[in-house]
C-alpha cells in the first residue's frame, strides 16, 4: 500500500515536472491552467492527469486530433519509478527528500535539453548551490564532499567545452557552456565520491547513442542529427547511478 501511495505522488510530482517542461522554454511563465501542446486551447481536467490524460485521449489531443509527444507520459512514468526506487532505498527521510528533489533536477533538465538542445544557466547554477548547501543535512555526503565535486567537474567538463570548440571552430559545438554547468551540479549534488560513476554511465550512454546515429547515417538514413543532445544522457546516467547506487555510492564486499 505504501509503495502504491509513493507511486501516486511520484506521478502527481511528473505532472508537476511536465508543467516545468512545457512552459519553461515555450512561455517562461507558469502562470494559468495547463493549455494543449498543440493548439493552445485550455485542457479538460481530466487531461491535465498525469498519464490518464495522455492514455485517455490515446495519445492525440481531443481539441485538435493531433498527436500528443510521448515525451510527457514517459516523464510521468520515469518520474514514478523514481520516487518509488528511492523510497525503496531510503523511506521516509532527508536523503529522499534530497535524492527526489535532485532528480526532479535531472528529469527536468535532461528532458529539456533533448527537445530543445537547452540548459538554463540560472536555474542550473541555483539547483547547484542549493545543492551544495544542503549537502550538510544528508548521510553519505558533505559540503566539502559537494564543493570537490563541484570543482572537479567544472574543470573537466571546461576542458571538454574547449576541446570541443577547438574541433568544431566553424560549426554550432556539440558541447555547450550548459553542459558544464550541469556537470557541476551533478559534482556537487552526488559528490566527488560519486561523480565517477554517475558521468560513466552518462558517457557510456551518450557514446552508444551516437554510434547507433552514426550506424544509421551510413545505411542512408535521411534527417538524422548531426549532434546529441549530451546534457539528456548526463542527466539519464547520474540518475540511473543515483536510484542504483544512491549517495552512499557501491559498497565493498565484506
Same mark, same amino acid.
Given at each position: 500500500?505504501?509503495?502504491?501511495?509513493?507511486?501516486?505522488?511520484?506521478?502527481?510530482?511528473?505532472?508537476?515536472?511536465?508543467?516545468?517542461?512545457?512552459?519553461?522554454?515555450?512561455?517562461?511563465?507558469?502562470?494559468?491552467?495547463?493549455?494543449?501542446?498543440?493548439?493552445?486551447?485550455?485542457?479538460?481536467?481530466?487531461?491535465?492527469?498525469?498519464?490518464?490524460?495522455?492514455?485517455?485521449?490515446?495519445?492525440?489531443?481531443?481539441?485538435?486530433?493531433?498527436?500528443?509527444?510521448?515525451?510527457?507520459?514517459?516523464?510521468?512514468?520515469?518520474?514514478?519509478?523514481?520516487?518509488?526506487?528511492?523510497?525503496?532505498?531510503?523511506?521516509?527521510?532527508?536523503?529522499?527528500?534530497?535524492?527526489?528533489?535532485?532528480?526532479?533536477?535531472?528529469?527536468?533538465?535532461?528532458?529539456?535539453?533533448?527537445?530543445?538542445?537547452?540548459?538554463?544557466?540560472?536555474?542550473?547554477?541555483?539547483?547547484?548551490?542549493?545543492?551544495?548547501?544542503?549537502?550538510?543535512?544528508?548521510?553519505?555526503?558533505?559540503?566539502?564532499?559537494? +564543493?570537490? &565535486?563541484? /570543482?572537479? #567537474? $567544472?574543470?573537466?567538463?571546461? *576542458?571538454?567545452?574547449?576541446?570541443? !570548440?577547438?574541433?568544431?571552430?566553424?560549426?554550432?559545438?556539440?558541447?555547450?557552456?550548459?553542459?558544464?554547468?550541469?556537470?557541476?551540479?551533478?559534482?556537487?549534488?552526488?559528490?566527488?565520491?560519486?561523480?565517477?560513476?554517475?558521468? +560513466?554511465? &552518462?558517457? /557510456?550512454? #551518450? $557514446?552508444?547513442?551516437?554510434? *547507433?546515429?552514426?550506424?544509421?547515417? !551510413?545505411?542512408?538514413?535521411?534527417?538524422?542529427?548531426?549532434?546529441?543532445?549530451?546534457?539528456?544522457?548526463?542527466?539519464?546516467?547520474?540518475?540511473?547511478?543515483?536510484?542504483?547506487?544512491?549517495?552512499?555510492?557501491?559498497?565493498? +564486499?565484506?
Amino acid at each position: 500500500m505504501d509503495l502504491i501511495l509513493v507511486a501516486l505522488a511520484g506521478l502527481l510530482l511528473g505532472g508537476c515536472l511536465n508543467l516545468i517542461i512545457i512552459r519553461l522554454p515555450r512561455e517562461q511563465g507558469f502562470s494559468g491552467w495547463p493549455r494543449c501542446t498543440r493548439c493552445g486551447q485550455p485542457l479538460a481536467w481530466w487531461q491535465a492527469l498525469p498519464l490518464l490524460g495522455w492514455l485517455a485521449q490515446g495519445g492525440r489531443a481531443r481539441c485538435c486530433s493531433q498527436r500528443l509527444e510521448a515525451l510527457y507520459p514517459l516523464i510521468d512514468l520515469i518520474t514514478a519509478a523514481t520516487f518509488v526506487l528511492l523510497y525503496v532505498q531510503h523511506h521516509l527521510s532527508i536523503s529522499l527528500v534530497y535524492s527526489a528533489a535532485v532528480a526532479a533536477v535531472l528529469i527536468v533538465t535532461g528532458a529539456i535539453d533533448w527537445q530543445h538542445r537547452l540548459i538554463y544557466t540560472l536555474p542550473t547554477l541555483g539547483a547547484t548551490l542549493a545543492a551544495s548547501v544542503a549537502a550538510f543535512a544528508v548521510p553519505f555526503h558533505s559540503v566539502l564532499n559537494a +564543493l570537490a &565535486g563541484l /570543482l572537479i #567537474a $567544472g574543470i573537466l567538463f571546461v *576542458i571538454f567545452y574547449m576541446l570541443a !570548440r577547438f574541433l568544431f571552430p566553424a560549426h554550432h559545438a556539440p558541447f555547450g557552456l550548459g553542459d558544464v554547468y550541469l556537470g557541476m551540479f551533478i559534482g556537487a549534488a552526488l559528490g566527488l565520491t560519486n561523480l565517477p560513476g554517475a558521468l +560513466l554511465y &552518462g558517457m /557510456l550512454l #551518450a $557514446g552508444a547513442f551516437s554510434a *547507433i546515429l552514426v550506424i544509421v547515417r !551510413r545505411i542512408g538514413k535521411r534527417n538524422v542529427p548531426q549532434y546529441i543532445s549530451y546534457g539528456t544522457f548526463l542527466c539519464i546516467g547520474a540518475l540511473i547511478y543515483l536510484v542504483i547506487w544512491g549517495l552512499a555510492g557501491p559498497q565493498p +564486499l565484506s
